[in-house]
Nanobody, 123 residues
Framework: QVQLAESGGGLVQSGGSLRLSCAASGRTFNILNMAWFRQAAGKEREFVAAIRKDDGTNVAESVKGRFTVSRDSNKDAMYLQMNNLKPEDTAVYYC?????????????????WGQGTQVTVSS
């Protein structure tokens, strides 16, 4: 069974940085494709970034050049480095995992989810 837990959220001023972490339990991390999604109040959950088990990445256009996704298989962890944060980045950020290999920008591709961590960017 895969369990995911996010950490690292908080309140930051516009232009600041945060690093989110996602810790995975279970011995399946190396075969999981992972992703970050976010959901702002009153909006649908949206794709942020994905990293495959071969370390290939895909980042949403809205955060490209500001956010970087990475993983450390030795620590069963995934990270999201967020720089130059904007108020519109305010949301609950979720990590997700899947054994599927396609459509990794779709939330319905993921069976395993963390509980979420709040990121608030003040202007």
């Amino acid at each position: 069974q895969v369990q995911l837990a996010e950490s690292g959220g908080g309140l930051v001023q516009s232009g600041g940085s945060l690093r989110l972490s996602c810790a995975a339990s279970g011995r399946t991390f190396n075969i999981l494709n992972m992703a970050w999604f976010r959901q702002a109040a009153g909006k649908e959950r949206e794709f942020v970034a994905a990293i495959r088990k071969d370390d290939g990445t895909n980042v949403a256009e809205s955060v490209k050049g500001r956010f970087t996704v990475s993983r450390d298989s030795n620590k069963d962890a995934m990270y999201l480095q967020m720089n130059n944060l904007k108020p519109e980045d305010t949301a609950v950020y979720y990590c997700a995992g899947t054994f599927r290999g396609t459509q990794l920008d779709r939330a319905d591709a993921y069976a395993h989810w963390g509980q979420g961590t709040q990121v608030t960017v003040s202007s």
